[in-house]
């Protein structure tokens, strides 16, 4: 094999600015974005949030730039017609820049999951828009696939070679190089190198000759007889589950929409790569998958919209539901499409898939106000309805749920406060806040204005460790027993000739230590938990922020616990309190964790 000269690496990436000019430079500033922000920058946190936000509309910039690039090839358009092209594609990110806040609102993460898939899909038929032919279109797409997957092959490879080449350097020469050099080689290699090897292999859309029409060899053997017989085995769970439905006549288990969903996912895959050899003789198997899939996906298509309904019935949409929705009404379409017309057109696929991805981005049909309007709805006739423990909770979750995902200003109606002055304040006076504690702030603001309990909404997993947990004071002391709250419910220890019996409740998750012949000692954690609770939400509990935005320090003094009997002193110091401490209010500490250590001393 003859290795590549510097010449003609050299002009191969020449030829990559050249032909994708936008989309190298693009490539170039995300990795300089991701290298910077990974070193951990000395700037404010609202810079941080801006600039990951730009390296997500970089990421919609590549595939949108590379869609209008593939358009303008399979056009044949002049230089400047190109460059029009390109700057619309700079101005449609620049603008969605601009309008999404994910930093703030959850339903622009959405948003920009969405723009980010429907984009890919513009990448897979934009040479094609307007032209036939489903073969080109086919191999097109194959010659994208695979050069995609080489691309990420070669990135990986190189990033693990050159990443234990890093730390053989560190080891052997002894450098104390920064923790940042993996991620920045990663953000390099796995945008960078990736990005630019990817682009120097895309085909000309219009250019058959330039296209591979062979059907891979090793595609044929996977899809035949790995792929589609799976996609039966998967079927006939699906079915048989559906039978049992029938049977017993009850509403289908929510999870079964996303296992319905994920097998209709893989199976239209499976029928594109198995489109140009679905007709061959010799491939029977194929042939009875591409040609009854559509016709088997009739009663899951039916047990789908049962699972989305019981969904949706009880708890309203989300933006989560719908997707969920979106998606199955797409799959109906297709469905119907492929069976009714019977025509072999499959780039209705990422067309339709396109086309209602980016119905769901904006507008009155869109996934943020569908889903903001069904749980405002809800939450309306919970604050008309008679109070209750149930009704609490569910507002409060409701609450919750528009606040992060929406802003405050959604729940407007409410109150005569004006919310967006009340938003803007908090922002304004919180700048070098994380995302997670103005979320807090504005949910709490939300909770005193519309007198809504919040304790139902924030039930969540804390963790609390006693400050020093690594130094444990052992003067004075005999023995010491590690303890963690998942170990077995008995165990017998031997203390220098005594046994004791050290039992965990399975139900309160109290402790207790039985002797022989003496007293019980028993250490209930409810009282510290209500304590810890109660430090929380007066806002003096201290959080730690070095081990995450749930994780809480309390005094070491406070989370150590004794007892006695007429033999032993018993210390028992808690290390680590874990769980929903929320729930302790109405029941003992059931669902609570912890890990300590029992010190024993003589009497």
Known sequence: MKLPTFNHLSKNAGAIFVRFPTLAVTAIVATALCCFLIDDPTIDQQWQNDLWLAVAVCNLLFTLGLSADLFSESRGYTPARKWLMRLAAIG??????????????????????????????????????NRAGSVEFWHFNK??????????????????GLAVAVF????????????????????????????????????????????????PKGLQVFTQYVLVPLMTIYLCILLVYEIKILVEWQLPKGMVAT??????????????????????KGNRWVQLFSRFFYLTMIPLIILLGFAIYKRVSDYGVTEERYILIILG??????????????????????????????????GPQGAASVSRQSQLRRLAKLMDAEPGEGASGEKASIVSYLVEVHGLPTLQRFTEVDLTAVEQSILQSHTDEPRYKIIELKRDTAFKLLHVSPA????????????????????????GYKIESHQAISTVVDLGGQQCDIQIDGETKQVKIEFEGDSTIAFDLKPLTLEILAAHKAGTLERDT???????????????????????????????????????????????????????RKR
Not at 456 to 467: D, I, S
């Open 546 to 600: 070095s081990r995450g935005k749930s994780t809480y320090s309390y005094s070491s003094e406070r989370m150590r616990l004794t007892g006695a009997n007429r033999r032993f002193d018993v210390v028992f110091l808690i290390d680590e309190l874990n769980g929903d401490l929320y729930s302790v209010d109405k029941q003992p500490s059931r669902g609570l964790g912890y890990s300590g250590m029992l010190l024993f």
């Open 329 to 362: 009404v797409w799959l109906t379409g297709v469905s119907i499409y492929f069976l009714v017309f019977r025509k072999d057109n499959i780039k209705i696929i990422p067309v339709s898939l396109f086309i209602c991805v980016l119905l769901g981005t904006y």
């Open 259 to 280: 296992l319905i969903l994920g097998y209709a996912v893989f199976g239209i895959l499976s029928l594109l790569l198995i489109w140009p050899i679905k007709d061959d």
């Open 92 to 129: 449609v990110c620049v603008g969605l820049y601009c309008l999404l806040k994910p930093d703030y609102r959850g339903a622009d993460i959405v948003r920009l999951g969405l723009f980010a898939f429907a984009f890919h899909q513009l990448v897979a038929f934009a040479p094609f828009i």
């Open 456 to 479: 139902a909404a924030q039930r969540q997993y804390f963790y609390v460790n006693r400050e020093h947990r690594n130094v444990i004071p052992l003067t004075g002391y005999d023995y």
């Open 168 to 215: 053989g350097v560190e080891q052997l020469f002894n450098l104390n190089l920064s923790s940042a050099i993996y991620g920045q080689l990663f953000a390099v290699l796995g945008i960078g190198f990736n990005t630019l090897f990817f682009l120097a292999g895309v085909p000309k859309a219009f250019d058959a000759g330039s296209l591979d029409m062979r059907y």
């Open 143 to 160: 010659v994208i696939f695979l050069h995609f997957l080489t691309a990420v092959f070669y990135s990986a490879a190189l990033f693990a």
